[in-house]
């Protein structure tokens, strides 16, 4: 019995078909999946590791072909080589269908049997087999076999593809070179590269590379290029190797990287190399990330066309007088005024194709070769100013050229403008129409001068230029001095002018040089504005005269305690220490302010005092007093200013250090220098009071003077319109002005009573200054006293306060009389205190009489002096009074020989001073009590001199009273010949008017006002 007659038959083959395709279809996806499982896990690995020992990789590649081969077959070979049984069938129908109890195997195998009675019945046989053919003609093929058990496989094996197909997509080289290097593990097969890295030169090209052509450069040439990466990113370090050629250890440089922009728009990351070239031949690469495959390109360094020689000549321009100048040999720097030209003589070390002068901001010039093709020449000229650089670019015959030429620098020198100095005057100015203001000007030039003139303008409008001096031997140096006559210009009061000194130099190139000083203004004024302007300046210098004296009365008080804690104690103290230094500062400082000589009082007071000579003014009581206090401060600066500061100089480094290494000696030392430092001090201070008093004296009598003369021009003015408004008002009674008119009226009455009041006060003022002046100037106070009495005896103030009344009633014709009689009242005391005011004449005999007295008291003091110095035993307290007396003498002394000085009596001043050093010596002799005999030597002496000046003051006293009643004899006769010319006039005038008379027959309105 068998199931291949029937249907069970087929049903055992379609069951035994589809079992084989299952095991082809579950064999095939586990031999896909060991495949490329295997072939991804040992590229991994081979990718990560990259061995290069063959042996590893044949080991490697073995492993992965054994797993696959053994894969193989043992899920595709084996399953398929095993042949499928009815019964082996039978049994899996069994196993998919429990209910069956395994009759379809049993039945298989009895039929594959025979139904053999050695089984069993036979009949029992063929009934389960018939039973079996039952049961499989309802069994579906499909059902037996479970295609979900092969699913695992086939999703193995489905993945693995999709993952080498990914890895393939994704990394097609390194997929191929990881199966090549398993495939084929004996040859060479490397790994390519995530970084491919490739030379770019500055034109944007790849770096050719060719062994049998090597690169060449010049010697001092940079290589530049940049290094980009091909393929994947530039690595973050890129290095460059470069070597000697022939030598196998290269030298490696870390290359700085930039992001450049590309053309497209977008940007790449590049390593930049930038590798000066200075021995060859070499050779280079670059390497970087996993990239050393780069070849090494061989580089040929060759000589590139230098300067061998060269010789530079200069020539100034022709206005210069210079010579041409040849520079040295070698020398780069090439100076010269704008101007010169240049010519330069070069020879190359190598024949040339070309060779060009190069300048900055300028074309570049071809210039020719000699027949030689290495020599050349070059003609230059210096236009600018400042420095330039020129060069020659030389290109030889290879077309090589050099990278780093010599360069040369070309300097342009200014022809500097002339300096000009304006010293006088040496600020602004306000000055009279007709001032002669004098010039002081220095100039020089480097080159020479031609011309010196004067630049001005009047208000904004230019003026032609003056030509003060013109010169043809061109000077280096020239000062001039002159006078400017501004009466030329007819100036008014008001006008501004404004000038400067100006140079002119040689140079012939370009716009004229002119050198101008400073500029100086010109504030045109009245007479009256510019002698107020002296006045009050003047009165500043008081100020500050006064400022002085106070100055230095604390100065002297400092110092007298610092002597008298020498003299008690015999130490500083740390705080005297510093009073000391502070005492030496602040005298410094006050030496300056007084004794400078651009800045200090004694200049201040000396260009006061010229003012009036420029601009013609005079004033014979405010010039005498310039005058002396400039004289007076002259003498301080010239002696005892500098000494009080080298006495305190002194003293403090006598007393510099501490107590215990110092003697008694330095100590006593400084006390002198500290006793002279402020005997000098008081005779400062005394000088100063001195000035201080007479300007004291000065300054009131200049308001007295100043009061009257606004007195005298107000009512002028007044009286001018009184006229005016009189010629309109006259004629009406009160009640028939217009309003405008009785308000001018009104005006008018109330200045008039303003300046009879101020009349009053000034002659209150004279009474005041007349008795001040009663005990020191009698003579001037008796003037004052007489204008006062004057006043008050003509009652100008009630008389004009009257007048003003009549103002207010338009009573003009009463009114105006008393007007022009103050008036005339008023001029006429101007005039007669402008002749009793004293003249330099009358001046000098007061000043030399007042002197003679002084003298002569200072005479009988010496007598005195002398006298008792005369006892042989002398007790200290008569030595001491002794001392003080001669101390006072000395310093009367010298006070007499100061005022001796100012008034230009140098013999007189000189014996003074002889008898001011005796009066010293005696002084230092009572002292250290010397020999009595000395003493009285000392005293003698000093009285002779004093003696000599007191006969010298009279000799010149009696000359000035001569030359004062020469000068008085001169004015009465002045005096008589005016009454005479105006007694004429009025003469004239009155035959003219009775002519007039005569001829009309009656007297006019006018003639009878």
């Known amino acids: 019995m068998s199931f291949d007659d029937d ?22 996806s586990l031999t896909m999946t060991a495949l490329f499982g295997s072939l991804l896990a040992a590229g991994s690995l081979d990718w990560l590791v990259r061995p290069d020992d063959v042996g590893l990789r044949v080991l490697l590649a073995a492993l992965v072909w054994s797993f696959v081969g053994w894969t193989t077959w043992r899920t595709l070979c084996t399953p398929l080589r095993a042949a499928l049984s009815d019964s082996s069938v039978a049994a899996q129908v069994d196993r998919r269908y429990p209910g069956l109890s395994g009759r379809c195997q049993s039945a298989a195998e009895f039929a594959a049997g025979g139904c053999d009675a050695r089984w069993g019945s036979a009949e029992l046989q063929a009934l389960v087999v018939r039973q079996a053919r039952a049961d499989l003609s309802r069994v579906e093929p499909t059902e037996i076999v479970d295609p979900g058990r092969m699913g695992p496989a086939l999703w193995a094996a489905l993945m693995s593809c999709l993952i080498a197909g ?29 970084t491919v890295l490739a030379l770019i030169n500055e034109a944007g090209h790849p770096v050719p590379w060719d062994p049998d052509d090597p690169l060449r450069a010049v010697r001092g040439e940079t290589l530049r290029f940049s290094v980009e990466a091909t393929r994947g990113p530039l690595p973050a370090e890129v290095w460059w190797e470069v070597r000697a050629a022939g030598q196998a250890v290269p030298e490696t440089h870390l290359l700085r990287q930039e992001v450049r922009d590309l053309p497209s728009g977008s940007d790449r990351r590049v390593a930049v190399v930038e590798w000066p070239v200075a021995q060859g031949p070499i050779e280079f690469r670059a390497v970087g990330g996993d990239d050393d495959s780069m070849p090494w390109h061989r580089l040929l360094v060759v000589d590139p066309p230098t300067l061998e020689s060269f010789a530079i000549v200069v020539t100034p321009p022709a206005y210069s007088g210079q010579p041409p100048q040849t520079l040295p040999p070698g020398a780069t720097q090439v100076r010269g005024l704008i101007g010169s ?27 020719t070769l000699a027949p030689d093709g290495r020599s050349w020449t070059a003609d230059l000229s210096i236009t600018q100013p400042g420095t330039s650089v020129f060069w020659f670019i030389l290109q030889d015959r290879q077309g090589f050229q050099e990278q780093q030429p010599l360069e040369f620098e070309l300097r342009g020198e200014i022809d500097a403008l002339p300096d000009v100095t304006l010293t006088e005057p040496d600020a602004d100015r306000l000055v009279t129409p007709d001032a002669r203001l004098p010039l002081a000007i220095s100039a020089q030039d480097d080159r020479g001068l031609t011309r010196l003139q004067l630049g001005w303008q009047r208000g904004d409008y230019a003026e032609p230029p003056q030509e003060l001096q013109s010169w043809t031997d061109l000077p280096l140096q020239a000062t001039f001095r002159s006078e400017w006559s501004l009466g030329e210009l007819q100036l008014q009061p008001g006008d501004r002018v404004v000038f400067r000194a100006e140079a002119l130099d040689a140079c012939d190139i370009g716009e004229p040089h002119i050198g101008k000083s400073a500029p100086r203004t010109l504030l045109v004024v009245s007479t009256s504005d510019k002698m107020t302007d002296l006045t009050q300046r003047t009165g500043e210098v008081l100020d500050d005269l006064q400022d002085a004296a106070q100055q230095q009365a604390r100065l002297k008080q400092q110092a007298a305690e610092l002597l008298t804690q020498l003299e008690t104690v015999g130490e500083l103290r740390p705080e005297d220490r510093d009073l000391l230094k502070r005492l030496q500062f602040d005298q410094r400082r006050l030496n300056s302010q007084l004794a400078d000589t651009r800045h200090g009082l004694g200049h201040r007071a000396r260009r006061i005092r010229a003012e009036f000579g420029w601009n013609g003014l005079s004033d014979n009581v405010t ?55 402020a005997r000098g001090q008081q005779d400062v201070l005394e000088a100063l009071l001195e000035r201080q008093e007479e300007l004291d004296q000065w300054q009131s009598e200049r308001e007295l003077i100043s009061e009257l003369q606004s007195l005298l021009e107000t009512q002028q003015a007044l009286n001018r319109e009184t006229a005016e408004l009189g010629s309109q008002t006259v004629t009406k009674a009160l009640a028939e002005l217009p309003p405008q008119q009785l308000a001018e009226l009104a005006k008018l009455a109330a200045r ?65 009389p008393v007007q022009q009689a103050a008036e005339e009242s008023l001029q006429q005391m101007q005039q007669a205190w402008n002749e009793q005011r004293p003249d330099d004449a009358e001046q000098l005999a007061q000043k030399l009489q007042k002197l003679e007295s002084e003298t002569q008291e200072l005479v009988e003091r010496a007598e005195t002096l002398q006298k008792r110095a005369e006892s042989e035993n ?9 001392r003080r007396q001669a101390d006072e003498l000395r310093r009367d002394s010298q006070r007499l020989q100061r005022q001796l000085e100012r008034m230009r009596m140098r013999s007189a001043a000189e014996s003074a001073r002889r008898a001011a050093q005796d009066f010293d010596q005696a002084e230092a002799a009572l002292e250290d009590g010397d020999d009595p005999e000395q003493l009285r030597k000392h005293a003698e002496e000093a009285e002779a001199e004093l003696a000599s000046v007191q006969e010298q003051l009279r000799q010149e006293r009696r000359q000035a009273q001569a030359r004062l009643a020469q000068e008085e004899y001169e004015r009465i006769a002045s005096q008589i010949e005016s009454l005479k010319t105006r007694q004429e006039a009025v003469v004239a005038e009155t035959v003219r008017l009775e002519t007039q008379r005569q001829d009309t027959g009656r007297w006019t309105r006018g003639q009878l006002r």
């Open 166 to 194: 990914a890895v393939l997509f994704a990394y097609p080289l390194e997929a191929a070179t990881a199966v090549r290097r398993l495939i084929w593990p004996w040859g060479n097969q490397p790994w390519p590269r995530t």
């Open 874 to 882: 002398l007790a200290d307290a008569d030595r001491e009074l002794l």
């Open 623 to 677: 010039e005498p007093q310039l005058d002396a206090i400039a004289d007076e401060l002259d003498e301080l600066s010239t002696s005892t200013l500098p000494q009080i500061e080298q006495h305190l100089t002194e003293a403090a480094k006598l007393l510099d250090g501490p107590q215990e290494s110092r003697q008694d000696s330095p100590s006593r030392e400084a006390r002198d220098a500290l006793d002279r430092a």
């Open 752 to 816: 008039q009573r303003q300046q009879a009041d101020r009349l009053r006060q000034f002659r209150q003022n004279l009474e005041r200054q007349a008795e001040h002046l009663e005990d020191e100037e009698p003579a001037r106070a008796a003037e004052l006293a007489e204008a006062a009495e004057q006043l008050a005896q003509k009652q100008l103030d009630v008389t004009l306060r009257q007048a003003a009344d009549d103002l207010s009633a338009n009573r003009i014709g009463a009114a105006g």
């Open 7 to 28: 249907a069970a038959a087929d049903r055992l083959a379609a069951i035994r078909r589809r079992v084989r395709r299952l095991v082809w279809w579950s064999g095939l």
């Open 341 to 367: 030209r240049v010519k330069v003589t070069a020879r190359s070390t190598k024949p040339l194709r070309s060779v060009s002068l190069a300048q900055r901001e300028t074309a570049i010039q071809s210039l």
